[in-house]
C-alpha cells in the first residue's frame, strides 16, 4: 500500500501489504514444454564444454560448463538440453543460459538423481545452491566469513509481495527442520526470524528469536534489521556478512527440510505475480519456466514496450524479455502496461530536498548523483557516502525531476566494485 501525504512537506508514508487471513494456495504451474537455467559463466570458446546439444540429463543432474567450473545450474527435469548461449544480465556481465526439453515420460527412478545428503556446509555449498529461495551456502561456506548469527527472512523486503510472508505462516514446520539442519551444518548459535509486527498469526517457532518488524517501508531491509534488533549500524560499504549476519530466506529453509528428507533436490518456486489492473496472483512454478507461459495462464498479454519488473516496485529491476525464466530467488513479478509506465527524465537536480529528507541513512542524495552521473565512482563514495546507501528506492519514488535516482546507484556501485577489482 502507497500513500501520497496531502501536504508537501510531509514525506510519503509506504507501507508493507500484509497477508490475506485466508491463504490462498498457489496457482500451479504445468511443466512447459521447455525451460530454461541461467549459468553465471560465460563461454570460452578456447575450452571443450562439458555439455552440448542432444545430451540427456536427469532431474537433479548438475550442470558446469567445464572441468574447472565452479558455477553450476541443477536440472529440474529429466529431458534433453535443447542448446545453451551467452546472455548478458541487467549490468552488461556475459554469462550462459542452456534450454532443457523436458521428457515427462521418464519415471521418478531411472530419470532422477538420489542424492544421499550429508549435513555438510561443503555438500550443501556443492550441491544445494540453487534451491527454491536461493541459500546462501556459497557466503556459508567460506573459511574467510565468520558468520555468528543468521536472520530468516519472514517478512517481506519490498511492496506488493507476501511471498516471505505465505511461506512463514504456511511451512512453520519445516522451516524449523530446515534451521535445525542449518545449524548443525554451520555451527552457527544464533538463529533469528523476521515477523511482519501488524501479522495475525498463532505460528511458533520454538527456540528461534521472532523479530517484529515495523509495517513501514523499509523496516525489513537487512541493515534496516540490523540497526532496529541487532543493534547494529552497517559500515559504508560493507555487507552484513561483514559483520557476522547472514540474512536467509525461509523457503530455502523449507528447500533443505525437503531434500533431506526425500534425498532429491526440489524445483517448485513460490512467488507473487502482479498483473496490469493490480490483480495479485500466488504462484507456484518449476525453477526455469518461462514467464511468458506464467502471464498465459492468467490471461496477461505483454505488448511492446509494456514493463516486465522482477522484484518489487521499489527495488526490482526490469527484464527485457517476457521469456525470462523462473529463478531460485524469483519472489515477485509485476507487469506494467506501457500507458501507465511512470515517465523518467534526464532533467538535472531541481535541489528540491525531497531526497534528502526521506533518505533512512542520510545520504546527500542531490550531490551524490550529480558525481554518479559524470561516472565520478570513486569520488561518490569518498565524498557523499555511496557506499551507505541501503538501496531502498525512496529517493528515487519521491524525485521531483523524476530522475532514476535507485538505477544510478546501483549502477554505480558496480562501476565502483568493477574499478576498485581492476586496479
Do not use: W
Not at 37 to 52: G, M
Not at 141 to 165: E, P, R, W, Y
Not at 318 to 340: C, E, G, K, S
Amino acid at each position: 500500500m502507497i500513500k501520497r501525504s496531502f501536504f508537501s512537506l510531509n514525506q510519503p508514508r509506504l507501507s508493507y501489504d500484509l497477508l490475506e487471513p485466508d491463504l490462498k494456495e498457489p496457482e500451479v504451474i504445468p511443466i512447459p514444454a521447455s525451460l530454461s537455467l541461467l549459468l553465471p559463466e560465460a563461454i570460452d570458446s578456447t575450452k571443450q564444454a562439458l555439455i552440448k546439444k542432444g545430451d540427456a540429463v536427469k532431474k537433479g543432474e548438475k550442470l558446469t560448463l567445464y572441468h574447472d567450473s565452479t558455477a553450476y545450474t541443477i536440472s529440474p527435469v529429466a529431458g534433453t538440453i535443447h542448446l545453451f548461449d551467452s546472455y548478458s544480465d541487467d549490468f552488461g556481465n556475459v554469462a550462459t543460459f542452456i534450454i532443457i526439453k523436458p521428457d515427462l515420460s521418464k519415471s521418478s527412478g531411472d530419470g532422477t538423481v538420489i542424492l544421499d545428503p550429508v549435513e555438510e556446509i561443503g555438500f550443501a555449498d556443492q550441491f544445494l545452491q540453487k534451491l527454491p529461495g536461493a541459500p546462501p551456502f556459497g557466503l556459508l561456506a567460506n573459511d574467510d566469513i565468520k558468520i555468528n548469527t543468521i536472520v530468516i527472512t519472514c517478512a517481506d523486503t519490498d511492496l506488493l509481495s507476501t511471498t516471505s510472508q505465505y511461506v512463514g505462516i504456511k511451512y512453520p514446520e519445516e522451516i524449523k527442520e530446515g534451521a535445525n539442519i542449518l545449524k548443525r551444518m554451520t555451527r552457527v548459535a544464533k538463529f533469528c526470524i523476521t515477523l511482519p509486527e501488524d501479522l495475525k498469526t498463532q505460528v511458533s517457532f520454538d527456540s528461534i528469536q521472532v523479530l517484529k518488524t515495523s509495517n513501514a517501508y523499509p523496516a525489513t531491509l537487512p541493515a534496516m534489521i540490523m540497526k532496529n534488533h541487532l543493534n547494529m549500524v552497517l559500515p559504508a560499504g560493507k555487507m552484513p556478512y561483514d559483520m557476522g549476519i547472514c540474512f536467509v530466506r525461509a523457503e530455502a529453509l523449507v528447500s533443505l527440510a525437503r531434500v533431506y528428507k526425500t534425498k532429491a533436490a526440489v524445483f517448485d518456486k513460490i512467488f507473487t505475480l502482479i498483473g496490469k489492473d493490480g490483480t495479485r496472483h500466488r504462484v507456484r512454478a518449476t525453477i526455469g519456466t518461462p514467464l511468458s507461459k506464467v502471464f498465459s495462464r492468467f490471461g496477461i498479454h505483454i505488448n511492446e514496450q509494456d514493463r516486465i519488473i522482477i522484484g518489487g516496485p521499489m527495488r526490482g529491476f526490469a527484464t527485457f524479455t517476457h521469456h525470462h525464466p523462473v529463478l531460485p530467488d524469483m519472489d515477485t513479478v509485476i507487469v506494467q502496461d506501457r500507458d501507465i509506465i511512470p515517465h523518467l527524465s534526464d532533467t538535472p537536480c531541481v535541489n528540491c530536498g525531497k531526497c534528502i529528507r526521506i533518505c533512512p541513512a542520510n545520504i546527500p542524495v542531490n550531490m551524490l548523483v550529480r558525481y554518479l552521473e559524470a561516472d565520478q565512482y570513486e569520488e561518490a563514495a569518498d565524498r557523499f557516502d555511496l557506499g551507505s546507501c541501503i538501496e531502498c528506492g525512496l529517493c528515487a519514488y519521491v524525485c521531483t525531476a523524476r530522475i532514476p535516482l535507485y538505477q544510478y546507484i546501483r549502477l554505480g556501485k558496480h562501476e565502483l566494485l568493477t574499478l576498485r577489482a581492476n586496479a
